[in-house]
């Protein structure tokens, strides 16, 4: 079956500019999970949705939001784009919610945000 | 404040060798995972452990948990190219989402 799929898997911004990235999860999957990975900071939680409610939410401002589709589809934006900002962002599948004890991610291969 | 340690954060060894590569917490965790992330890749679940000095291997790859569910360890035995990567451990408590460890990055030089 086919995995989580990010896009894009590349993308260059400038500052002050904004932009959405994509994730389809594995098909019956209704959990995605998105993380922020730097070499600095590691992976760091950003949000869950589950059944198209936002359910978990890690420690970033305001201009990381996102939104998940009746199809489990999901899409991250970022506003105001600032050059820490540049990370891999990798979403995450799960069937079930993943603070249920069930904690099983497949994660995408990521989209790699670079801002100038 | 992170709550998993790993260490060595960088490990760059020959092929043929053994090593052991640490997970540290001062929490209890109700299981633990490792994941491997290889180039242009996301990370890639190998294991999960959940009873206190639980050991799995999986192929020349040991995990062990410790006996009080703070920390864990993954040992590979007669390193190959392909083992490298950057190693994460995750955690779980209870209902609380999966916290992820500081990485290390294994190089294995052929």
């Known amino acids: 079956k086919a995995g989580v799929t990010q896009t894009p898997r590349y993308l260059i911004k400038t500052r002050g500019q904004q932009v959405t990235l994509s994730c389809s999860p594995i098909s019956g999957h209704r959990s995605v999970s998105w993380y922020q990975q730097t070499p600095g900071q590691g992976l760091q939680f950003l949000f869950e949705y589950f059944s198209e409610t936002q359910r978990n939410k890690g420690n970033f401002p305001g201009r990381f939001s996102g939104r998940q589709f009746s199809n489990s589809r999901s899409e991250m934006n970022v506003s105001t784009l600032e050059l820490g900002d540049s990370a891999l962002y990798l979403c995450?599948?799960?069937?079930?919610?993943?603070?249920?004890?069930?904690?099983?991610?497949?994660f995408g291969a990521g989209s790699r945000l670079t801002v100038l | 404040t992170q709550l998993l340690e790993q260490s060595p954060q960088f490990l760059s060894i020959q092929e043929g060798e053994n090593l052991t590569v640490y997970c540290n917490s001062s929490?209890?965790?109700?299981?633990l995972q490792w994941y491997r992330q290889e180039p242009g890749e996301g990370p890639v679940l190998l294991v999960t452990?959940?009873?206190?000095?639980e050991v799995k291997k999986l192929k020349r790859l040991t995990f062990q948990f410790g006996d009080a569910r703070k920390d864990s360890s993954l040992h590979i035995t007669a390193a190959q190219p392909g083992d490298t990567g950057l190693y994460l451990c995750a955690g779980a408590r209870g209902n609380e989402k999966l916290t992820f460890g500081t990485g290390t990055r294994l190089t294995i030089i052929p």
């Open positions: 929490s209890v965790f109700s299981s």
């Open positions: 452990v959940v009873t206190g000095g």
């Open positions: 995450a599948s799960s069937p079930r919610l993943t603070t249920s004890g069930a904690n099983v991610l497949t």
